[in-house]
């Protein structure tokens, strides 16, 4: 079935360092990702997206890479802060017949960054 | 410039008892979406309205579950007879023409617990 997942259910990082967050997506049609946070007891928050015509794109402090060829969508964050802390969760929105483009989102399961000071 | 908002952030209800929960988005916004989240699970798609339509209902239960957004107020998402497995956080994102822009902003959820 359509799917998108996530490789690693928890990733633990040293201030200072880069994080990477994986995810894996099923359906070829989708055209749009997204990378969202989540704190305890907050809504997701934007962090960055990317639409399947490019494979990399660059925030501040954040870049997401993706590989249609593997179906392999990835969050690098740089520098990583305790404030960083949270989970992370892509989401991907598929290609609509007839010309529709309305944004339904399919969310992976996330993964819970920790970041030790 | 206000967030999406959603109240209330808590609800706790007897089954068998209604719940509604409302969403206001953000201004200049008319796409709602809402979305589930059990517990250490990402969100579920539920329902998208456009003011005073449906476009996609595909998430949501077949049965004692509902959404209306009204020409003027909130989106509301209604759960008659709450069952315990509708114990859960219900996540509100508005966004603007999704032909101009796919980003969706969340609000801050309601918790329903169901006792």
């Known amino acids: 079935g359509e799917s998108v997942g996530l490789h690693l259910p928890t990733l633990s990082v040293q201030e200072g360092d880069n994080s990477i967050i994986n995810c894996a997506y099923s359906n070829s049609a989708s055209d749009y990702f997204i990378w969202y946070k989540q704190e305890s007891g907050k809504g997701p928050q934007f962090i960055i997206d990317?639409?399947?015509?490019?494979d990399k794109r660059q925030g501040q402090r954040v870049t997401v890479l993706l590989n249609k060829t593997v179906k392999h969508l990835s969050l690098q964050i740089a520098a990583t802060q305790p404030g960083d802390s949270a989970v992370y969760f892509c989401a991907e929105k598929k290609a609509n017949a007839g010309g529709t483009s309305y944004g339904k989102l399919t969310f992976g399961q996330g993964t819970i960054l920790t970041v030790h000071p | 410039n206000a967030g999406v908002m959603q109240n209330p952030r808590h609800l706790v209800r007897r089954r068998g008892q209604e719940a509604r929960l409302r969403c206001s988005p953000m201004k200049g916004h008319s796409h709602v979406y809402w979305y589930r989240q059990l517990p250490e699970e990402g969100l579920k798609f539920m329902v998208y309205?456009?003011?005073?339509?449906?476009?996609?209902e595909s998430g949501m239960p077949k049965e004692r579950f509902s959404a209306e957004f009204p020409k003027e107020g909130p989106s509301i998402l209604r759960i008659q007879q709450v069952v315990r497995g509708d114990s859960a956080a219900y996540f509100c994102?508005?966004?603007?023409?999704?032909?101009?822009?796919?980003?969706?902003?969340f609000g801050p959820g309601t918790r329903l617990t169901v006792t």
């Open positions: 994102a508005s966004s603007p023409n999704p032909s101009w822009s796919y980003e969706q902003y």
């Open positions: 309205l456009q003011k005073e339509n449906i476009i996609d």
């Open positions: 990317i639409r399947s015509n490019m």
